[in-house]
């Protein structure tokens, strides 16, 4: 048994190791808390781009109303190297924009480094919302477009790869656009380990209390995917306790940063433990602000 003392008063709770189901049940009681903007389910999709010869040039995989908000996330966007300045990447831009749309989504948000493609999403009207300098020295950058609002189409300088064809894709489609990013990063950025942290605290009678699902890259960064705490067990350093393990396993393996994101309706609780503001996303969900934090320990 742990014997966590906070001041306030004292409980024994026992840290396990985080079940599948309860990793599930963490995650349907935080959407419970989480503002909704509509009711649809999250929703994956992949684009494919291929030439003449019906091989995959290029590509992207989108997830469409992530965490139930009117957002499209696009997850990744590649176009291989010997079509690279033709429009491919546009074109990709382009559809996945009227997808978007189509599905009545307000936002697109994306991920890209300083050795990517960031004056690529500029140009159509992409701003950046988060940076943070990363261990291998580049910058990660976080960005944005609000569709409902009056900016410019670009047109690229060489349009010549509207001649190819942009469709619908599946598993294995997305396989070779990973495939593709993949090779390219490698020259960038060097092969870590991933330590998952996935653990809970239970009372006396073995009775769930908290959890916490977390992640470190070692030499990198560590992430804390989501922390919940039961509504009779809050306000009494629980939440606290699980994110001090997180960043204790986070300087075991050498990392000297631990991230996470929030919302208006939780942020108070990072800052109070020592998080600091790196970018906010601005009305999303509709009335609500979304934040970047880290930490350095």
């Known amino acids: 048994m742990v014997d966590l003392d906070f001041g306030k008063e004292e409980m024994d709770h026992k840290i ?14 935080i959407n419970e808390i989480v503002p909704r903007e509509v009711d649809a389910d999250e929703e994956e999709f992949v684009l494919k781009v291929e030439n003449e010869n019906s091989e995959i040039i290029g590509g992207c995989i989108a997830e469409v109303y992530e965490y139930h908000w009117s957002r499209l996330l696009l997850e990744y966007l590649w176009v291989n190297k010997d079509y690279r300045h033709q429009g491919i990447g546009s074109l990709i831009i ?22 990517m493609a960031r004056p690529f999403y500029e140009k159509h009207g992409y701003t950046v919302f988060t940076s943070m300098k990363a261990a291998n020295g580049y910058i990660d950058y976080s960005l944005v477009k609000y569709l409902d609002r009056d900016t410019p189409e670009y047109v690229p300088t060489d349009n010549s790869g509207i001649k190819y064809k942009i469709s619908s894709g599946n598993d294995g489609d997305a396989d070779v656009i990973l495939n593709g990013i993949r090779t390219y990063s490698e020259a960038y950025e060097e092969k ?25 890259n070692k030499g990198y960064e560590g992430f804390v995917t989501a922390l919940f705490v039961e509504e009779p067990f809050r306000r009494q350093g629980l939440g606290t306790y699980l994110l001090q393990e997180v ?7 050498n990392t000297s940063v631990v991230l996470t994101s929030a919302g208006d309706w939780n942020v108070d609780f990072f800052k109070k433990n020592g998080y600091m503001l790196r970018g906010e996303l601005k009305d999303v969900p509709k009335g609500h602000n979304c934040y970047e934090l880290y930490k350095n320990i």
Do not use: M, P
Not at 192 to 216: H, P, Q, S
């Open 192 to 216: 870590c380990e991933r330590d998952d942290f996935c653990r809970k605290l239970v009372d006396k009678d073995g009775k769930f209390v908290a959890g916490v699902i977390a992640n470190v």
């Open 16 to 29: 396990e190791n985080l079940t599948k189901e309860e990793a599930v049940y963490i995650g349907e009681k």
């Open 94 to 115: 382009r559809e996945v924009e009227r997808i978007a749309r189509e599905k009545g989504c307000r936002v697109v948000t994306l991920g890209t480094a300083s050795y």
């Open 247 to 253: 960043e204790k396993l986070a300087k075991e393996n």
